[in-house]
């Protein structure tokens, strides 16, 4: 049997303290939420990344090189 369920639903504020890759935010009803994870190595890497450059506690360069933005 399925259930169609049509809702409005109103935020004027939100707070999340933290969300990880397997984390679910729900908002409103679902029936049933399947968890899905897929990992694609689109850029080709054979090796891990290369570390960020560190002053004491603190990653003051990015893990990953960034490509720059396309315009």
């Known amino acids: 049997m399925n259930f169609f369920i049509q809702q409005t639903i109103h935020i004027n504020f ?3 303290g933290g969300i990880t890759n397997s984390s679910v935010l729900q908002i409103g009803s679902a029936g049933i939420i399947k968890p899905s994870a897929h990992l694609y190595n689109t850029g080709g890497f054979t090796g891990p990344a ?3 450059v560190k ?3 603190q990653i003051l ?3 990953v090189p960034l ?3 396309v315009t």
């Open 61 to 63: 360069a990015p893990s």
């Open 14 to 16: 939100i707070k999340i």
């Open 50 to 52: 290369p570390s960020g």
């Open 55 to 57: 002053v004491g506690e």
């Open 67 to 69: 490509q720059a933005p």
